[in-house]
RNA sequence: GUGGGUGUAGCUCAACGGCAGAGCGCCUGACUGUGGCUCAGGAGGUUGUGGGUUCGAAUCCCAUCACCCACCCCA
């Protein structure tokens, strides 16, 4: 540990193998959710012309601003790592031509992001999301399926006690008054907010609402309310994902100080919190984005999208105890004695992968005692050990490592054996 | 970008001015054909790095880097 040459760069990570089973878990619940509900598997660059986030995301986002990978790549092109995946997903919409499908469109990916921010719990400089989109529809229903589904994910996780906040920010029509409503409440108390809030005020006032500065807090307390100053339109349809909602019975909260970072969220907005509240806590998030399809280019079109963390789930998850499923193809462990059933082994071994079990076998010229230590060591539930003199007569020894017992049978018998448990 | 904490074996940690250790893990052995338990042995560290103080530094001081935590931001 001391110095290595070479170290993993700060904020990234390995996934070593015993937190693989995390993974997996997580996305096949995901996946499969996904699926059901009638999601399409897509896939996106890595990386993007820089301008894509820029326009998408928002110039005047912390992640544009400061989180965002940007490079200029050999042939001089600005580019960027993703820092989310909605951007690029709606160019690829817009690209494919995908507006000629059956609307909505409904797609999932998943993948690793990026982020230049400071690691701490829970965040890292790239860090994995699954994420769903659906685009073309601006039923208030759909916005409740999207929310819905979110929220089977995690109770398919078996997480408890989650809390699911709502809100809605309204869109450009009406937006610009309540943004204004802010300023007017906030002006006078600038004073007391904090120096980065001082300038929110006029660069961003919604994210005054979220900052955690105690006096900037209680100030939000008393702030004007985004639904109260939703237009006709945004009032309606926030009514509508209520309503929607309670006939999917998924339990929710208001929020009124719920705004998001990026910029091209509209109307619903909503955020997934696990019960202990801690700073790097938001398990995932989404809302509708009614206006970024328009802005990168394309006709009107209303979107709407989720996207959770693969890290605060897996966090989550050991927090709450839960262990992925552990669904292992048995491990059968070949030992020889001499040196003919060694040079057999590879056959033996052969046989036993073909069976469909994971086969494995020392290599070298160990000692039997060593071998089956090695068996130990690799969680074999059996072992075939190549006794000379019965390997000589067709026979194994097969043995359960569980129990110790063993008995000597052909190599078919004991396949047979293993594929009935 | 700001603040705090921590860096000793693969892992978890002792030693806190006087010979760098333990547990776990790994390897070998305890009837040359049998794992786990036990026992014995072994491999593995320039104490993150650089400087300073001192007869002597893992230990005290400074710097630096890394990691962790919090702010910020968000997944």
Same mark, same amino acid.
């Given at each position: 540990m001391a110095d290595l040459k070479y170290r993993s760069p700060r904020g990234t990570s390995d996934i070593l193998p015993e937190d693989q089973p995390y993974w997996a878990f997580i996305l096949e619940t995901a996946v499969g959710l996904a699926e059901v509900y009638g999601y399409q598997r897509v896939d996106v660059p890595i990386f993007e012309f820089a301008d894509l986030y820029i326009?998408? =995301?928002?110039?005047?986002? %912390?992640i544009v601003q400061k989180e965002m990978y940007i490079f200029e790549d050999r042939g001089g092109d600005r580019m960027a790592l993703r820092p989310e995946f909605t951007a690029g997903i709606c160019r690829a919409y817009l690209q494919h031509g995908m507006s000629n499908r059956p609307l909505p469109?409904?797609?999932?990916?998943?993948?690793?992001?990026?982020?230049? !921010?400071?690691?701490?719990?829970?965040?890292?400089? @790239?860090?994995? @999301?699954?994420?769903?989109?659906?685009? $073309?529809?601006?039923?208030?229903? +759909? !916005?409740?399926? =999207?929310?819905? *589904?979110?929220?089977?994910?995690?109770?398919?996780?078996?997480?408890?006690? +989650?809390? *699911?906040? +709502?809100n809605s920010i309204g869109d450009g029509r009406c937006r610009p008054a309540y943004r204004e409503a802010l300023r007017a409440y906030y002006r006078p108390l600038v004073d007391r907010l904090c120096s980065d809030c001082k300038d929110r005020l006029e660069r961003n006032p919604l994210r005054l609402l979220d900052c955690k500065q105690p006096t900037c807090w209680a100030l939000s307390e008393a702030a004007p309310r985004s639904v109260d100053y939703l237009c006709d339109e945004c009032r309606e349809h926030f009514a509508g994902v209520q309503e929607w909602l309670g006939r999917y019975g998924v339990p929710y909260r208001l929020n009124h100080r719920l705004v998001r970072g990026l910029d091209y969220y509209t109307k619903t907005v909503f955020e997934v919190q696990p019960p202990r509240q801690g700073a790097q806590a938001a398990l995932g998030g989404g809302g509708?984005? %009614?206006? *970024?399809?328009?802005?990168? $280019?394309?006709?009107?079109?209303? $979107?709407?999208?989720?996207?959770?963390? &693969?890290?605060r789930i897996i966090l989550e998850l050991k927090e709450q105890g839960i262990s992925p499923p552990g669904r292992k193809l048995p491990v059968v462990f070949v030992a020889y004695t001499g040196e003919a059933t060694r040079l057999a082994t590879v056959g033996v071994v052969g046989r036993v992968r073909a069976a469909?079990?994971?086969? =494995?076998?020392?290599?070298g010229s160990r000692s039997l005692k060593s071998q089956l230590r090695l068996a130990d060591g690799l969680g074999a539930g059996y072992a075939l050990i +190549?006794?000379?003199?019965?390997?000589? @007569? $067709?026979?194994? =020894?097969?043995? !359960? &490592?569980?129990?110790?017992? @063993?008995? #000597? #049978?052909?190599?078919?018998?004991?396949?047979?054996?293993i594929r009935r448990g």
């Open positions: 326009r998408g =995301v928002g110039e005047a986002t %912390d469109v409904k797609l999932w990916t998943a993948g690793p992001v990026f982020r230049y !921010d400071r690691p701490q719990r829970g965040r890292y400089r @790239q860090f994995h @999301q699954f994420n769903y989109e659906a685009i $073309g529809e601006l039923d208030p229903w +759909l !916005d409740a399926e =999207v929310i819905d *589904l979110a929220w089977r994910f995690y109770e398919r996780l078996g997480l408890k006690d +989650l809390t *699911l906040e +709502l509708r984005y %009614d206006g *970024l399809i328009e802005e990168l $280019g394309g006709r009107p079109t209303p $979107g709407i999208g989720f996207a959770t963390g &693969m890290e469909g079990f994971i086969g =494995v076998h020392a290599f +190549l006794g000379e003199e019965e390997y000589r @007569q $067709g026979r194994v =020894v097969f043995r !359960d &490592m569980a129990t110790g017992s @063993q008995e #000597v #049978v052909s190599l078919e018998e004991a396949l047979s054996r």
